[in-house]
């Protein structure tokens, strides 16, 4: 069945680095944009960022700009988030999410998440 | 960035009663690219409803999306036990930079 699991989460110290992954199952991979999307304990999500299913664009959230990146292996169905210079407020569960869209009429919105990985900065 | 801003925080309601959630735009939302994601508690958000009043897959016909603009209503028209979650707005309008509202939890009354 169409899956997406998440793995790399940790407890990690302010200022030093992190590689999320999340394995994409069951459906065309390179087909799909896809998106990485977080929540703090007990608040709300927040988009962090996408990429284009083809890797061609890429796009964050101001608040991770510079020091997140996200990128794409397609022949390893596999999406990543690079977590560079984190920070406390960088806590959060962080989720892979498919663009409802397919190829380059990617939509912006999100059909199927993975179950999340937890990240924790704290020293 | 469109803020955009969800009432009320809670609702309390009992099983069979209709739930009616808003979620209001700093700036108008093109196309109604909206969307209403419902979350529980421990688990993934789950797709509802986009462009503001379509459903998605699987989604039950008491869920229903309206609005335009600036003000957007998802209404669940009979609660079900299963329904008393944590519903999100999210729109896509401004695509790429996409923004979620703060949410408002369902509860038992």
């Known amino acids: 069945q169409v899956q997406l699991v998440e793995s790399g989460g940790g407890v990690v110290q302010p200022g030093r680095s992190l590689r999320l992954s999340c394995a994409a199952s069951?459906?065309?991979?390179?087909?799909?944009?896809m998106h990485w999307v977080r929540q703090a304990p007990g608040k709300g999500l927040e988009w962090v960022a996408v990429?284009?299913?083809?890797?061609?664009?890429?796009y964050y959230a101001d608040s991770v700009k510079g020091r997140f990146t996200i990128s794409r292996d397609n022949s390893k169905n596999t999406l990543y988030l690079q977590m560079n210079s984190l920070r406390a407020e960088d806590t959060a569960v962080y989720y892979c999410?498919?663009?409802?869209?397919?190829?380059?009429?990617?939509?912006?919105?999100?059909?199927?998440w993975g179950q999340g990985t937890m990240v924790t900065v704290s020293s | 960035e469109i803020v955009l801003t969800q009432s009320p925080g809670t609702l309390s309601l009992s099983p069979g009663e209709r739930a009616t959630l808003s979620c209001r735009a700093s700036?108008?939302?093109?196309?109604?690219?909206l969307a209403w994601y419902q979350q529980k508690p421990g688990q993934a958000p789950r797709l509802l409803i986009y462009g503001a009043s379509s459903r998605a897959t699987g989604i039950p016909d008491r869920f229903s999306g309206s609005g335009s603009g600036t003000d957007f209503t998802l209404t669940i028209s009979r609660l079900e036990p299963e329904d008393f979650a944590v519903y999100y707005c999210q729109q896509y309008g401004s695509s790429p930079t996409l923004t979620f509202g703060g949410g408002t939890k369902v509860e038992i009354k």
């Open positions: 990429i284009w299913y083809d890797g061609s664009n890429k």
């Open positions: 069951g459906f065309t991979f390179s087909s799909y944009g």
């Open positions: 700036q108008s939302v093109s196309s109604s690219y």
């Open positions: 999410a498919r663009d409802y869209g397919v190829g380059a009429r990617a939509k912006g919105f999100f059909d199927i």
